[in-house]
């Protein structure tokens, strides 16, 4: 009975470690050690009718030999099929790991080299922004963000952020350093921009991407997310990151595609009572 018990609460323990039925594991091992009782009472029963065992049945149940049945069972039950099975569990574990882990590697190369291409009607036309064109800026800007924030943000936090964050010497500031603004042109005529740098950490800051209305659908986004992209390859940085409004579903379903990331949700306070309520998204790149 009590060699039962400690198979009992051993196989108990070692169900629960690997996430087994642990009721069905424990009556296997009680079935297989009546199997073993009822084996060796067979072989008994067949050398006592051959004559081999001349002591009778009552002398044998009182005899010590009678542990050393139990005490191989025990044996065989408690190390040998117990370490088997742990063993056999433990491998099965780490393939598992190990096929999720190249799964995801595999999904991340596919990714990383299936950047959507894009074929265009039109003629685009990336223009690196400077004093010439500085003045362009601001006027786009509150043109798009009119277009793509106007059921999201209220009109007044939308012109003070196109204020605060648009104004020709906070652009001028990042430029000096080192972050890269951009202003698309679509058939010559300012359709976009962007605003990225490489951070310190060794990845690229994706801090704007803002396209007219008139030209989404079309593989500019795209064209315009493949271009950072290529950047960051360039600069073999090891991700892409960016943020981007909870309520913006159009934007997240673009970034999900292209394989960026849900990283976690923050808000920024920034400034004059108004918040931003954002999710942080992020593209790993494999070198």
């Known amino acids: 009975m009590i060699t039962i018990l400690i198979l009992i609460f051993q196989y108990y323990f070692l169900g629960k470690l690997f996430n087994k039925d642990k009721l069905r594991l424990i009556l296997k091992v009680v079935g297989l050690y009546f199997l073993g ?6 072989n008994i029963a067949i050398l006592m009718s051959m004559g081999v065992i001349k002591s009778t049945l009552p002398e044998l149940m009182e005899s010590k030999w009678m542990m050393i049945p139990d005490l191989v069972l025990f044996i065989l039950l408690s190390f040998v099929y117990y370490n088997y099975l742990k063993r056999k569990w433990t491998m099965e574990m780490w393939e598992g790991e190990i096929d999720k882990r190249k799964n995801e590697i595999l999904q991340n190369i596919e990714v990383n080299q299936k950047i959507n291409p894009v074929k265009l009607d039109v003629y685009p036309h990336f223009h690196t922004v400077n004093e010439k064109n500085i003045h362009l800026v601001q006027p786009l800007a509150k043109e798009i963000w009119n277009e793509c924030y106007k059921d999201l943000l209220s009109q ?13 010497d906070k652009v001028n500031e990042g430029i000096e350093n080192s972050e890269i603004w951009e202003i698309l042109k679509i058939d010559n005529v300012p359709s976009g921009y962007l605003h990225y740098k490489l951070d310190e950490n060794n990845t690229v800051f994706l801090s704007k991407i803002y396209l007219k209305e008139s030209n989404q659908t079309k593989g500019i986004g795209q064209l315009m997310l493949n271009r950072v992209v290529d950047f960051a390859k360039e600069k073999s940085a090891k991700a892409v990151h960016l943020t981007v409004n909870k309520h913006n579903a159009k934007a997240i379903r673009f970034y999900e595609k292209n394989g960026f990331k849900n990283m976690e949700s923050k808000t920024f306070d920034i400034g004059n009572g108004y918040i931003m309520d954002d999710y942080i998204y992020q593209k790993n790149l494999n070198k």
């Open 37 to 42: 009782v009822f084996v060796i009472a067979i």
């Open 156 to 168: 007044d936090q939308i012109n003070y952020m196109i204020d605060m964050m648009y104004n020709n």
